[in-house]
């Protein structure tokens, strides 16, 4: 199959996704979502000036970039168009699938004029700088590769509407549970174990995988005592070896692991403490209202669901390094937020969309390969995938295709047929 054809067939698949994000939204929306998310998958950027020359179009590129400009700022496009992911994904959460959500962050060190820049701490540079916070939820289940992105979010603590970090945890919990219902097992790392967190999860009857400080404390046999205490005096009857691979080496971990089962001082419902010893000084403690046995496979799952989120790390910085995240260059609050959904949109089609019907899975294949990366395809295949498409895309040069009855999230979509 040449280019050509991929291409073709491409920018068709683009138009049935974009229509099913924009199936709410009236006919000028709708051709804007179609051309960023085209534009986006084109040319690997979220800054508007490289999408609107994906578009080609006849006019000067400061008029369309105008246009773009404008469409972007329409408040609450972003919610919008993150309920309509969420609610194409949630068919792929089932009761133990997990829900992982993750705190992250963009810096922008010389911006000066983006509204409402924050305080953000910079992890790759272990440094305090200017930015905004990022809320990222990613379902995956454990021990598999396949990731399904549901949720993102950028907010700043120094915008009038912020209230809390908690409150946008919360938020992201709440918008996914509200296509998911009860599905999903939620994993969250430190930071999760604050009350004004553990208490809604729990009044919710979330089931949930929560990493603990040990300076938390439970009740064990009727007396208060700290997690660290409990969680080193705890059996660990059960035994595995771990690899992970840091910075393409591999570090291998023998770790110990058994549970206690304990209560907390303001709730009535018994939970569940895995211990886990080799990853450290400290003993790795995850809560969970999920009943616990003497069962090591059941042990394991909780353990692996919770190294799960290692893999979701690299999903992550896919999302910023092959869309150039922290390179987004729009000025206002609302034009930021909006883009980080359109950017959620873009990463699903690539990790999701592509695979989700046999015939896709053969063009995704086509753009796998097109890719053509030096150390061949890396077993994290999304960066392999949006390289591809953007290389397709950027070599038919022809922009999006704006076929009505592909723009209108119509129920019924066209299959193409290969030769």
């Not at 179009?57 to 400009?69: A, F, G, N, V, W």
Request: net charge positive.
């Amino acid at each position: 199959m040449s280019v050509a054809q991929i291409g073709s067939r491409l920018r068709e698949k683009v138009a049935d996704f974009s229509g099913i994000l924009s199936k709410g939204f009236g006919k000028v929306e709708r051709r804007f979502i179609h051309e960023v998310l085209y534009g986006v998958q084109a040319r690997q950027s979220v800054r508007l000036s490289e999408i609107a020359r994906s578009l080609n179009e006849t006019i000067p590129l400061k008029k369309t970039m105008e246009r773009l400009s404008t469409r972007l700022g329409r408040k609450k496009m972003g919610e919008e168009i993150t309920n309509c992911v969420i609610e194409e994904g949630a068919s792929r959460v089932g009761k133990d699938t997990l829900l992982i959500l993750d705190p992250t962050d963009i810096t922008k060190p010389y911006a000066k004029k983006m509204e409402y820049l924050a305080d953000v701490r910079d992890a790759s540079e272990d440094t305090i700088g200017k930015g905004y916070w990022m809320i990222e939820v990613i379902a995956a289940e454990a021990g598999e590769r396949e990731v399904t992105p549901l949720y993102q979010s950028l907010y700043s603590q120094e915008a009038p509407e912020f209230d809390s970090e908690n409150s946008e945890i919360l938020d992201a919990v709440g918008a996914v549970a509200k296509h998911t219902g009860t599905n999903g097992v939620w994993v969250i790392d430190r930071g999760g174990d604050r009350l004004k967190l553990l208490k809604p999860l729990l009044e919710a009857q979330r089931r949930f995988i929560i990493r603990m400080r040990g300076d938390r404390h439970a009740l064990y046999r009727g007396r208060e005592r700290s997690m660290l205490e409990l969680a080193r005096a705890c059996p660990l009857p059960y035994a595995e070896r771990i690899v992970k691979e840091v910075k393409g080496k591999e570090v291998v971990y023998n770790v110990q692991y058994g549970f206690r089962k304990i209560k907390l001082s303001w709730c009535t419902k018994p939970l569940y403490l895995l211990v886990v010893t080799g990853f450290g000084e400290k003993p790795l403690m995850l809560l969970t209202p999920i009943e616990l046995k003497k069962k090591r496979s059941l042990l394991w799952w909780v353990l692996e669901s919770y190294l799960t989120r290692w893999r979701i790390e690299e999903t992550i910085r896919f999302i910023k390094q092959s869309y150039d995240l922290e390179d987004i260059r729009v000025l206002t609050y609302d034009r930021l937020q909006n883009m980080m959904a359109l950017v959620l949109a873009a990463v699903y089609f690539a990790a999701v969309y592509l695979g989700t019907q046999p015939k896709l899975e053969i063009m995704a294949t086509h753009i796998l390969k097109a890719a053509k990366r030096i150390f061949g395809i890396p077993d994290f295949r999304y960066y392999a995938l949006a390289d591809g498409i953007g290389q397709i895309l950027n070599r038919i040069d022809k922009g999006p295709r704006m076929d009505k009855s592909r723009c209108q999230g119509s129920a019924q979509l066209l299959l193409f047929e290969f030769d």
